[in-house]
């Protein structure tokens, strides 16, 4: 199987590709952190919903910042003959972790609607929580989604592209 079609390929498919995730990742991970912050009320997490544009903005800027560390550190765990698979999982490993460490502190801010030092100082007991819920969404939920797209797309551009070569098989 050709990996690199589950992949984007240029800007406007990473854009893609970005927002797909992001978009799956902020809906799921932000209320149930919240949640497990304040409690499982359907309260809690219609309050939870009105902070979910800002965190959204903030992880995509996140994603663009900590893009080319998570890359370089991805390549300081896998080497180039190892799998697919094995690149992907370092890939979210790092990327996580490194978002995970700003969204700890600036999540926070964005739903106390209020920047104060309770983030910080709390940091190595909410830390690993919210690392092993994004680690969880990310492997489990948003970036299959986001690779079966990229699938999706490249077979139709394939399609568009060769539309006899396509059918014969």
Avoid at 15 to 36: E, G, Q
Avoid at 61 to 88: C, M, Q, R
Avoid at 96 to 103: N, Q
Wanted: charged share 10%; aromatic share 14%.
């Amino acid at each position: 199987m050709n990996f690199s079609s589950k992949l984007p390929q240029n800007k406007k498919e990473f854009a893609l590709f970005m927002t797909v995730i992001s978009v799956i990742s902020v809906n799921i991970i932000a209320p149930l952190i919240t949640c497990f912050e304040s409690g499982f009320r359907l309260s809690v997490w219609a309050q939870s919903l009105q902070a979910v544009p800002f965190i959204w903005l903030n992880v995509i800027v996140l994603v663009l910042l900590t893009y080319k560390p998570a890359e370089w550190l991805t390549g300081k765990i896998v080497s180039p003959s190892d799998s697919f698979n094995s690149h992907i999982l370092a890939n979210i490993l790092c990327s996580v972790l490194l978002m995970s460490v700003f969204l700890t502190i600036i999540g926070t801010w964005i739903g106390m609607r209020q920047i104060s030092l309770l983030p910080i100082q709390q940091f190595f007991y909410k830390w690993p929580r919210n690392f092993s819920i994004s680690f969880a969404v990310e492997c489990c939920v948003a970036q299959p989604i986001a690779r079966f797209v990229m699938y999706k797309l490249h077979q139709l551009q394939k399609t568009k592209a060769f539309p006899s070569a396509v059918r014969a098989k």
